[in-house]
């Protein structure tokens, strides 16, 4: 296509540079000098990344058709190939429209009291903390939304803050702590040589028989009890009772927490997309495990990191950290509990979490595939079938032309009175169009309740640990924070 981009190493492309420094720097120095649409090679794959919001919409939203499908890595194991992330074209929709009703507002309210339980966990075991110590809090966030996901996906008590043993938590770090380099050495490295050296990326398939194995059994003890949808109110269930007539609130409405890019244009294909996605309204067993395993992959790190920088960041403002406090203390009721309504209601908590997601926006970048060549707006680019391309979130949301002083922790521009400021598909931590993130409710509900629970109890401080500025690690499409430590004390 003849476009501009930083000069490729033979063989490596690209992807070298991500050995040496996070991606989501390289995006920015990248888009600054190449301007809105440049091209790069992952090894030897051309990728075309993107910037530019007119266009942005007209890949994810106006023409998502042709962009239907998402870049994967080949993989033969089932969880994957038939996860809503993974799948593709016909199969997504009708996945995505079947998946979708178990996240309607409906449905997170019946899952609302499974998340508060897992928050009394953590408030126990914050309470068994010496007051004032230092709070990894990385693996204190991790440990709650190990819980949740657990909870909620897999109708499992992980246990996490208490049982570093446990086969569910094991067999979860066996697949989440992946080595990053090793993985990169050995997507770079000619196959031959990878298997010369004995080199592997993979997980030991143990890992992933038990989640089968859990999905599988649950699935089983589900279906053969009667009674099993007035009892659970987890995925497995709302899958296992999914119907053509689910809940008719699953797309967003205009109004919607975060719904910055949803004009009425784009809730219209979305509906329209959801209603001719599903031929056959059911899932088969495995898809059904299929799904629950993909919402745990990615719904626990995101989650996890969306709060660590939350907290991190209230630690290292306090007079943002006191109008919070302030806002918290008056929507609680006298034990200090809050209702769906209430908590969503709240428009300064509202704000510090989409800011916390502006800043550190937990995937980097948000990636598209074409299915049929296509003219790309009036850019004079023709794009052939299979062209891989890359939307560099991260880089958008610094860029100062939409966010001035993008450095700043400012979450005044989220405010009702600000919102309006905010450029369409310049804010994508929640990616956009009929594919993004099914799970935005839940992780947004779930960060919040913990937010209002820790901070009624304890103030979050920065401490001589306290690392400023925090510390990325070098990953390919997630803002992963290396160690993160803050004080606690006792309000
Ligand atoms: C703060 C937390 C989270 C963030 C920042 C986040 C972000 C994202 C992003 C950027 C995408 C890609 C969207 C696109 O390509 O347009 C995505 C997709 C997805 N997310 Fe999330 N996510 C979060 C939490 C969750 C949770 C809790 C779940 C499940 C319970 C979840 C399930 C999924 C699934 C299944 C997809 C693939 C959707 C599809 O291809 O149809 N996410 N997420």
């Excluded at 038939?82 to 507002?105: C, K, M, Q, V």
């Excluded at 998340?115 to 903390?129: G, K, S």
């Excluded at 110590?133 to 949740?148: A, E, P, Q, R």
């Excluded at 790309?376 to 002083?405: K, R, S, V």
Aim: hydrophobic share 40%; charged share 25%.
């Amino acid at each position: 296509m003849g476009l501009k981009g930083p000069k490729p190493v033979p063989f490596l492309g690209n992807s070298i540079y991500w050995l040496l420094k996070p991606r989501c720097f390289l995006d920015i120095e990248w888009g600054r000098k190449y301007g809105q649409i440049y091209g790069i090679y992952d090894s030897n794959q051309p990728i075309l990344v993107v910037t530019k919001p007119e266009l942005i919409k007209k890949i994810v939203v106006k023409d998502y058709h042709v962009f239907i499908d998402r870049r994967m890595r080949p993989t033969n194991h089932f969880l994957y190939r038939e996860s809503l992330s993974h799948a593709r074209g016909d199969n997504w929709r009708r996945i995505r429209s079947i998946a979708s009703p178990t996240f309607s507002s409906a449905k997170i309210r019946k899952m609302y009291p499974i998340v508060r339980q897992c928050l009394r966990a953590l408030m126990t075991h914050v309470v068994d903390m010496e007051c004032g110590d230092c709070v990894d809090l990385k693996k204190m966030c991790g440990n709650y939304t190990m819980d949740v996901i657990a909870a909620v996906a897999f109708g499992t008590d992980a246990n996490a803050h208490n049982d570093h043993s446990s086969a569910f938590v094991t067999s979860a770090r066996q697949i989440l702590d992946v080595d990053f380099v090793r993985t990169i050495i050995v997507l770079l490295l000619p196959k031959f040589v990878v298997k010369a050296i004995g080199l592997k990326s993979r997980v030991p398939e143990t890992a992933h028989q038990f989640f089968v194995d859990i999905g599988r059994r649950l699935i089983n003890e589900r279906k053969s009890d009667p009674d099993s949808h007035r009892k659970y109110n987890d995925f497995i269930q709302f899958l296992v009772d999914a119907r053509p007539d689910g809940d008719r609130d699953a797309t967003p409405a205009a109004a919607d927490v975060n719904a910055f890019n949803e004009s009425e244009e784009e809730l219209a294909i979305r509906r329209q997309m959801l209603t001719t996605g599903a031929k056959k309204h059911t899932l088969t067993d495995d898809q059904i495990v299929a799904q629950a395993w993909i919402f745990f992959l990615a719904g626990y790190d995101t989650t996890s990191t969306t709060l660590t920088y939350c907290c991190y960041e209230l630690a290292l403002n306090p007079d943002i950290q006191q109008r919070l406090y302030n806002e918290v203390m008056a929507s609680v009721d006298s034990e200090g509990e809050i209702g769906y309504d209430e908590l969503m209601a709240m428009s300064y908590l509202d704000a510090v979490l989409s800011e916390t997601l502006r800043k550190y926006p937990a995937a980097i970048k948000l990636e598209r595939r074409s299915v049929a060549e296509y003219v790309l707006g009036d850019t004079g680019i023709t794009l052939p079938a299979g062209q891989e391309i890359e939307i560099t979130t991260y880089a958008i949301h610094h860029n100062p032309e939409y966010y001035p002083d993008p450095e700043k922790f400012d979450p005044e521009r989220f405010m009702p009175e600000n919102k309006h400021n905010i450029q369409p598909y310049t804010y994508l931590p929640f990616g956009a169009g009929p594919r993004n993130c099914i799970g935005m409710r839940v992780a947004l509900m779930e960060a919040k309740l913990c937010v209002v629970h820790l901070i009624q109890k304890y103030m979050f401080l920065r401490i001589p640990k306290t690392s400023v500025p925090i510390k990325f690690q070098i990953s390919m499409t997630t803002l992963s924070p290396g160690d993160v430590h803050i004080g606690f004390t006792k309000r």
